[in-house]
């Protein structure tokens, strides 16, 4: 069940409820009008307005997307910008050794996704630029490609401040709202007992069958979600997840094992590992649809680029109904 959908779920049961109130009363006078006014409806009422963090989650992921593309439209540059250095240091308009633009540590850092250093590789690379301009321009580095370093870098800072913020919000509220939820579901089981209970007292087998969580949900529309599966991705190996993913549902990946690194990733082909992905979080949860995920193809991957170690990744599916 979705957090959006606990309300909802809460308010079905209540449903249930108010259909078989005054036998309910008179089968256990607990679950009277107190109840409900007192310890039932403010538990729903404080689901009703959690703050959803599987949305912040999403746009997160986005971001991370978005972040990622910025980053990589400064390799072409980069590239060229070392041929042209090479090019002035042998024709001697640059006197500065190449490892001093340190454009190498820069797209690694790029390719590795390597947030930390990305910052200081990229003042190393634009301080050495600036001192050499002139230099670089005349063999046809131009002032526009210049400036699209600083452009793409910014660009990447700001969506990474943003996504700082948006792992901040997450963290703050992720505990807080699992109680909130939690607190609800438990009374809205507590109301499904006594019903059931009550049913199966008079006979009446229908509602009994009524009075269970997956009725309930199915009533709403709602699929009852799957169990988490723990995958075991073998080291320098690929692990083929799904063929022809459906494009509305959501996809969780948990990196389970520390020290290792785990890409997910769409390809065209069934077998081999992928080398366009995103690299999975340790210990946190990835969520994406098919549209977030690097690469193109009719199947999800996951990669384990270590070679040395095998890697444990929980894997969960969302799915949403289709309209």
């Excluded at 600083?150 to 699992?178: F, R």
Aim: charged share 25%.
């Amino acid at each position: 069940m979705k957090i959006v959908d606990v309300y909802l779920y809460s308010m079905a049961v209540k449903a249930l409820y108010n259909a078989n109130k005054t036998a309910i009363i008179a089968y256990d006078v607990y679950f009277n009008d107190t109840y409900v006014t007192t310890i039932w409806l403010p538990r729903i009422n404080a689901a009703q307005h959690v703050s959803t963090t599987a949305t912040m989650r999403q746009l997160n992921a986005a971001e991370t997307k978005q972040r990622n593309e910025a980053m990589d439209l400064l390799i072409p540059v980069l590239d060229d910008l070392e041929y042209k250095v090479k090019k002035c240091i042998d024709d001697g308009s640059i006197t500065m050794a190449l490892i001093e633009f340190g454009i190498s540590n820069f797209k690694r850092c790029i390719s590795r996704r390597e947030f930390e250093d990305f910052s200081s590789c990229y003042e190393i690379t634009i301080a050495a630029v600036d001192l050499n301009t002139d230099a670089l321009v005349e063999v046809g580095f131009t002032e526009d490609q210049i400036e699209s370093i600083t452009t793409w870098y910014d660009k990447a800072m700001a969506i990474q401040n943003i996504k700082i913020a948006l792992e901040g919000d997450i963290n703050s509220t992720s505990k807080e709202n699992q109680r909130i939820l939690n607190a609800c579901l438990k009374e809205d089981q507590k109301v499904l007992n006594v019903i059931k209970a009550y049913a199966m007292s008079i006979g009446d087998k229908e509602l009994a069958k009524q009075a269970s969580k997956a009725a309930v949900l199915k009533s709403m529309g709602i699929t009852p979600q799957r169990k988490a599966v723990v995958k075991v991705i073998k080291p320098g190996s690929s692990l083929l997840l799904y063929t022809d993913f459906v494009g509305k549902n959501y996809l969780q990946l948990t990196l389970l094992t520390e020290n290792v690194t785990v890409l997910v990733g769409q390809t065209h082909l069934k077998l081999g590992v992928i080398t366009d992905g995103t690299e999975l979080p340790f210990n946190e949860v990835w969520v994406g649809q098919k549209k977030m995920m690097l690469g193109t193809g009719r199947y999800i991957k996951l990669t384990n680029t270590d070679n040395f170690k095998k890697a444990k990744v929980r894997v969960f599916v969302q799915e949403v109904d289709l309209e």
